[in-house]
């Protein structure tokens, strides 16, 4: 007969199976912002969200090679699991892979892991601009409108909202 305790379930730090290749970006990177840079490289970009929340997103794209989903951890994930402060980013683990999260890093300021299954771990990519003083706060909300509407519909509700000078009211960060 088992104990309770060897009943207990396992905390898995991993959140894909298979060997990934993984990226920490600035902390006030905004889901709009990544989208954005994502639109502009590659081809058919959706952005989901994920049952867990509005921390937890799945961006799709498609490249020369395939079709790709990037996982997006807007929450405390990349500091409690690696001791970096910012928004953690994984991909299944191939060259392709490093060459987007280098691209991203460079453009956010950030931390590459080409394998995340070697000994090497976080390497700095841009560390100047992760760690510059310009932060700005995320407020939750302009993660979900992207994640509900898309980006096209987003940028037009967000020109309404700076129209009439709403905006700033929304995505104050207390």
Known sequence: MQSKASLRPVVVKNYNMGAQTKAIIRKDTSLKDLSSYIEE???????????????????????????????????????????IDGVLLSLGHNNESIEIFKG?????????????????????INKQKFHSDHKKAVH??????????????????????NKYKIANHLTKVN
Request: with cysteine; aromatic share 16%; proline share 3%.
């Open 41 to 83: 490289k590659y081809k058919n970009v959706i952005v989901r969200p994920t049952e867990i929340g509005n921390y937890f997103f799945c961006i799709q794209f498609d490249t020369l090679l395939c079709r790709r989903s990037m996982n997006c951890f807007f929450n405390n994930y990349a500091k409690s699991d690696y001791g």
């Open 140 to 161: 939750p909300f302009e993660n979900e409108l992207l994640a509900l509407l898309g980006q096209e519909k987003s940028n037009l509700v967000w020109s309404l909202l």
């Open 104 to 124: 991203i890093c460079n453009q956010f300021g950030g931390y590459l892991d080409e394998h995340d299954c070697d000994n090497v771990g976080f390497e700095p």
